[in-house]
């Protein structure tokens, strides 16, 4: 692919850049790290204003077909991922607009795309993803939560894990077991259903840094129209894997680390150590470059990514090969970062947490994306199965 942008392109991210710089100004202080907005109400309400900005200017319905309200192309929604993740920006659910919205344009019915499209691009409805279950994560087809139709509902009982903000969520998008006599597989149905629905409990879990981002869902004879599902009874597995590609591409992580290596060198040029400035020793030079490197070459995967994806030519794999970079530099970075901060690297909300404790929340989250949208371990069976053909152990 060619990597240089258009002058319609370079035009386009500079808007995105603009707005997001103003909106920047807006953020609250507590708006730390990607948990916050889960974690704290007025970064949720930045969160929905946010999402109200973008929806204005079309930018929630980027690269869609025009008939749904889309504009733009996949490289301008990349490039709006740019711009949100230097700035720090949300609202751009990331299970609405980033997973649902381009799984459904490919794989629901009409009736689904006009009736759940709109609401998205419109910034009105948020969503969560209810997949994992305590027994059912990097192999999520043994999954045991049923959804059984009856009429023309289906009637859902079990409970999910892992769900991250369930507890904010308007609408959550769900697979569950409809066949409990058929194999693997051929089981599983996807199925959206409204999280306001009689019978469902959400607990949250408690988090290590005092928060509580992520919840258990419990499902107690949950009935739901049965036309809510997208694709076919008990083939949801495709559908499955169609929204992990979108789930696990990631130009916001990218940026976002684009941004804290600015801060990163910044500290470095101001912070003395032995009387020089950290920025002097060839050691820390030599691994803020390296990082650098890294980050050039992530963005560049990143790039590749939409261009597949606009040619409808990305594999599972391409995913899974960026999602790997991302995440594992992302934790050499918060590694790295606290490590030079020394005992401050540890400071979360003093005047004396370097960067307002962005390296503190760095490090306690950097995991997060090594384990989530399917760990890394199971990212690299993918690429070794679907990419290199390499056999699978008896
Ligand atoms: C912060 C966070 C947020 C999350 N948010 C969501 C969410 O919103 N919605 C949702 O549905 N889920 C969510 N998840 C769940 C996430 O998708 C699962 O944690 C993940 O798929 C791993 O499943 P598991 O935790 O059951 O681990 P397990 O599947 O039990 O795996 C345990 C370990 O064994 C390894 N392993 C397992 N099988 C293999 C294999 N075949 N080959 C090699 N290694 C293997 C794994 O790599 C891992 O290291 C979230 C998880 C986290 C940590």
Redesign the pocket.
């Known amino acids: 692919m060619d990597f240089g942008l258009t002058e319609e392109q370079e035009a386009h991210r500079k808007e995105f850049f603009e707005v997001c710089k103003e909106l920047e100004k807006k953020r609250p202080p507590s708006f730390v790290g990607f948990e916050a907005v889960f974690e704290i109400d007025e970064c949720w309400e930045f969160h929905l204003h946010c999402a109200k900005e973008f929806a204005k200017k079309g930018w929630l319905a980027l690269a869609w077909p025009p008939e749904y309200g889309g504009t733009g192309t996949m490289m301008d929604r990349v490039l709006f991922a740019e711009a949100r993740g230097y700035h720090g920006i949300p609202g751009a659910d990331i299970?609405g607009v980033q997973m649902l919205a381009p799984t459904l344009l490919q794989a629901a019915s009409d009736a689904i795309k006009k009736e759940f499209l709109p609401p998205i691009a419109q910034g009105e409805v948020m969503w969560?993803?209810?997949?994992?279950e305590p027994n059912?994560?990097?192999?999520?087809a043994t999954l045991a939560t049923t959804a059984i139709k009856k009429g023309d509902e289906y009637v859902i009982n079990g409970q999910?894990t892992?769900?991250?903000?369930a507890h904010r969520a308007d609408w959550g998008f769900g697979v569950f077991k409809t066949d409990p006599a058929a194999r693997k597989h051929h089981n599983i149905t996807f199925i959206l259903l409204d999280m306001k629905t009689p019978g469902i409990t959400v607990r949250p879990i408690p988090y290590m840094n005092g928060g509580a981002p992520?919840d258990e869902v419990y499902f107690d004879d949950v009935h739901v129209p049965a036309k809510n599902i997208v694709g076919q009874e008990n083939e949801g597995w495709a559908v499955v894997n169609l929204l992990a590609g979108f789930e696990r591409s990631g130009m916001s992580e990218i940026m976002a680390m684009f941004r804290e290596l600015e801060g990163l060198v910044k500290y470095c040029n101001e912070t003395k150590r032995n009387g020089q400035p950290l920025a002097r020793d060839p050691l820390i030079r030599n691994r803020v470059a390296q990082l650098a490197c890294e980050l050039q070459a992530a963005r560049a995967i990143a790039y590749r990514i939409a261009d597949l994806q606009n040619r409808n030519e990305m594999a599972l794999m391409d995913a899974s090969a960026a999602k790997i970079f991302y995440s594992e530099l992302g934790e050499r970075f918060a590694f790295f970062a606290t490590d030079i901060a020394g005992p401050y690297g540890q400071v979360k909300t003093s005047r004396w947490a370097p960067m307002h404790g962005v390296w503190e929340k760095a490090f306690q989250e950097c995991f997060?994306t090594i384990?989530?949208?399917?760990?890394?371990?199971?990212q690299r069976?993918i690429i070794a199965w679907y990419g290199l053909g390499l056999p699978r152990m008896k």
């Open positions: 299970f969560c993803e209810l997949w994992s059912a994560g990097s192999d999520l999910k892992w769900t991250t903000g992520f997060i384990i989530s949208m399917g760990t890394n371990e199971i069976n």
